[in-house]
């Protein structure tokens, strides 16, 4: 199975802040990679997929990018409503892989 | 608007099969070009992903869960179903329903779009 490395685990940050998130994959996922925002007690929403691709409905203030193997997912302006865990996934190859999510935190 | 609901007991005793239904709602999970996933989360912990059902009833599971689930679908009653045997307290968890991305367009993949609220399953005797 494809390994999803994602970083930091923890992430401590203020409202305005640029916040980078990121998944390295252990072999290469083309560009089927997605990025999940999850708040407690909700199931997670899809961001961005593929890897450089916005959602419906997702503010503009998210972007994702890629650099062979490794992903990134920026949040330009960290709002209030942007505290919340974070995960890559891989759709390239079955099974699917998620990252260890990354939790943004008030700081 | 697509939606999904999961539903099942609650509790499960050890050794026993989870058994969990997921009824969608505003799309056909026998038409279509549509992925419909289970995914689950241990209380504090990561996603995992289950497996997966085509519309055309082509299935794919994860192999970390060795055989023990079956992913089906009951067109008639526009339902998706998980199954998982001889469970243990290590298979206690939110279970998630959802289905794939698509652009609109007539791409589809697997990456979970829509998503169900999530039942909570804890295995115990």
């Known amino acids: 199975a494809i390994r999803m490395t994602q970083s930091p685990s923890f992430l401590s940050a203020s409202v305005g802040d640029r916040v980078t998130i990121t998944c390295r994959a252990s072999q290469g996922v083309g560009s089927d990679l997605g990025w999940y925002q999850q708040k407690p007690g909700k199931a997670p929403k899809l961001l961005v997929y593929?890897?450089?691709v916005l959602q419906s409905g997702v503010p503009s203030r998210f972007s994702g990018s890629a650099s062979g193997t490794d992903f990134t997912l920026t949040i330009a302006s960290l709002q209030p409503e942007d505290f919340a865990t974070y995960y890559c996934?891989?759709?390239?190859?079955?099974?699917?892989?998620f990252g260890g999510g990354t939790k943004v935190e008030n700081k | 608007q697509v939606q999904l609901q999961e539903s099942g007991p609650g509790l499960v005793k050890p050794s026993q099969t989870l058994s969990l239904t997921c009824t969608v709602s505003g799309a056909s999970v026998s038409s279509g070009r549509y992925y419909w996933s289970w995914i689950r989360q241990p209380a504090g912990k990561g996603l995992e992903w289950i497996g997966r059902i085509y519309t055309s009833g082509s299935t794919e599971y994860n192999p970390s869960l060795k055989g023990r689930v079956t992913i089906s679908m009951e067109s008639s009653q526009n339902q998706l179903s998980l199954k998982l045997t001889s469970v243990t307290a290590a298979d206690t968890a939110v279970y998630y329903c959802?289905?794939?991305?698509?652009?609109?367009?007539?791409?589809?993949?697997?990456?979970?779009?829509?998503w169900g609220q999530g039942t909570l399953v804890t295995v115990s005797s």
């Open positions: 593929p890897a450089f």
């Open positions: 996934l891989q759709d390239y190859t079955y099974p699917l892989t």
């Open positions: 959802a289905r794939g991305w698509d652009d609109n367009r007539g791409s589809s993949g697997s990456a979970p779009l829509y």
